[in-house]
């Protein structure tokens, strides 16, 4: 297993919630992680990455500001924190390695590892 999210689960609105992805083998030295999400009946969608030295964020404008990517390259890992949750925040969430090159870094197609998804459940 590349990749291993953990953390999800059911929060009311306004609260927060924690996501960590442990990444392993190749994926564990990607130049560039994410997060994605895919709510019910929706496609998939960028939430936020994080390059290699951490230096670099990128975050879909729908959680600028209430939510934080950060990575520990030492453990290998990746953490999504989200804060001011709302109920369309309600999703699948999913972590990504890149480890290819691309021009792009929110299109799913740069991400070559994923991993199997965390659901998170934001009550109104």
């Known amino acids: 297993v590349q990749l291993q999210a953990s953390g999800g689960g059911l929060v009311q609105a306004g609260g927060s919630l924690r996501l960590s992805c442990a990444a392993s083998?190749?994926?564990?030295?990607?130049?560039?992680m994410g997060w994605f999400r895919r709510a019910p009946g929706k496609e998939r969608v960028f939430v936020a990455a994080i390059g290699w030295s951490a230096v670099s964020t990128i975050y879909s404008d729908s959680v600028k500001g209430r939510f934080t990517i950060s990575r520990d390259n030492a453990k290998s890992t990746v953490s999504l924190q989200m804060n001011s949750l709302k109920p369309e925040d309600t999703a699948v969430y999913y972590c990504?390695?890149?480890?290819?090159?691309?021009?792009?870094?929110?299109?799913?197609?740069?991400?070559?590892?994923w991993g199997q998804g965390t659901l998170v459940t934001v009550s109104s």
């Open positions: 083998g190749r994926a564990s030295r990607s130049d560039y």
């Open positions: 990504a390695a890149k480890t290819k090159y691309s021009r792009t870094y929110t299109s799913e197609e740069a991400y070559d590892y």
